[in-house]
């Protein structure tokens, strides 16, 4: 079903417009249900209060069509629920790539733990160079 999408995509992405707009919803949406993920079962008033923000704001947050979510913003979810935030330009290519990864866990990362870096090793990644 993806391969079916991104070769859709591909074809699509030759409009200017449509590879703008693309981006745009998709990046917006992404990020609305990534924090809405990343809440888990807390209520968005408890969920608010791990944030040092309100409830409100967490609902702003949550709505693909909520256009202020700043970069300070978004590091500051991250520090908070102590988290990586990966932000980057890219070709078509890899955004196409990455924004197909919509699974629960990449949804969701978890919190720090000096154990996470064994990944780094494992077949899923390239071998880093000492």
Do not use: C
């Given at each position: 079903?993806?391969?079916?999408?991104v070769?859709?995509l591909?074809?699509?992405?030759?409009?200017?417009?449509?590879?703008?707009?693309?981006?745009?919803?998709?990046?917006?949406?992404?990020?609305?249900?990534?924090?809405?993920?990343?809440?888990?079962?807390?209520?968005?008033?408890?969920?608010?209060?791990?944030?040092?923000?309100?409830?409100?704001?967490?609902?702003?947050?949550?709505?693909?069509?909520?256009?202020?979510v700043?970069?300070?913003?978004?590091?500051?979810?991250?520090?908070?629920?102590?988290?990586?935030?990966?932000?980057?330009f890219?070709?078509?290519?890899?955004?196409?790539?990455?924004?197909?990864?919509?699974?629960?866990e990449?949804?969701t990362?978890?919190?720090?733990?000096?154990?996470?870096?064994?990944?780094?090793?494992?077949?899923?990644?390239?071998?880093?160079?000492?």
């Open positions: 079903m993806i391969l079916k999408r070769k859709y591909m074809k699509q992405f030759a409009n200017k417009d449509f590879r703008q707009s693309y981006v745009d919803t998709h990046t917006r949406g992404f990020l609305a249900s990534q924090v809405r993920a990343l809440r888990g079962g807390m209520s968005q008033k408890e969920f608010a209060k791990k944030l040092g923000t309100t409830q409100s704001v967490v609902s702003r947050y949550e709505n693909p069509g909520y256009g202020s700043t970069l300070n913003t978004l590091l500051a979810i991250a520090f908070k629920l102590d988290i990586a935030l990966v932000v980057r890219a070709d078509y290519p890899d955004f196409l790539r990455v924004s197909t990864l919509v699974s629960e990449a949804l990362p978890e919190e720090y733990k000096d154990s996470d870096f064994g990944v780094l090793y494992s077949d899923k990644w390239s071998k880093i160079d000492d």
